[in-house]
């Protein structure tokens, strides 16, 4: 159990693919401008991660070495598809608003880098675990990143009116630059929550290696 424990929270601090290993950055800060989208990217993004790295954890064994990269592009191509229409049937507005973000889920860098990483060489178990981890980090950044955004941006939380009018909406924060200044801003936080917590075995018997 603490193995689990410890997979699932690399992916929320540790590990967190947007503030450590910074990957997939331009449709997380693309849809941020917004805490639906940010949720919504946050979900999509969470489902197809668990699902496709269950199945290639799976069926790792049957899958040739020479064909593994295409046959991962499939499988993640195939969750993607089945989020996109979930979401143009059930949720239209949002699937609307997230234009093309959601189709582009299949060529992101997360998902590909955990299927070929950890999903194609680990036990189901640890699957997922890790999936659920990176899947749920990447979801408490986009979202924590819209409400700040939303906020200070446009004045309203999921689309209702929070701040009073006398508090004009910052343009700054809808916009690229401020997309990435309070990017920046949970990297750091991040980093001090890293700093604070009991490093992992790992790690430890690492720093004590000599140089």
């Excluded at 999936?131 to 979801?139: D, K, N, R, V």
């Amino acid at each position: 159990m603490n193995r689990y424990i410890r997979i699932f929270t690399n992916g929320i601090i540790r590990e967190n693919p947007l503030l450590m290993l910074m990957i997939g950055l331009c449709s997380s800060l693309a849809v941020t401008t917004a805490v639906a989208n940010g949720i919504g990217m946050g979900l999509s993004m969470t489902f197809v991660l668990l699902m496709s790295e269950l199945v290639i954890s799976l069926f790792k064994k049957l899958i040739p070495e020479s064909v593994r990269i295409p046959v991962f592009i499939i499988v993640i191509a195939a969750f993607t598809t089945v989020i996109d229409y979930m979401l143009k049937a059930y949720f239209p507005d949002l699937s609307k608003a997230m234009g093309v973000f959601i189709p582009l889920i299949v060529v992101n860098c997360i998902i590909m880098g955990r299927v070929e990483s950890f999903a194609s060489k680990q036990p189901l178990g640890n699957v997922i675990f890790d999936a659920l981890g990176m899947g749920l980090g990447y979801t408490w950044v986009l979202t924590g990143i819209a409400i700040i955004r939303e906020l200070l941006g446009s004045g309203t939380l999921l689309g209702f009116h929070v701040l009073p009018t006398s508090f004009p909406p910052i343009l700054f924060f809808v916009l690229p630059p401020g997309g990435f200044f309070v990017f920046s801003l949970f990297v750091s936080l991040n980093l001090l929550i890293k700093a604070r917590l009991k490093p992992l075995p790992t790690e430890a018997n690492h720093e004590e290696e000599p140089a």
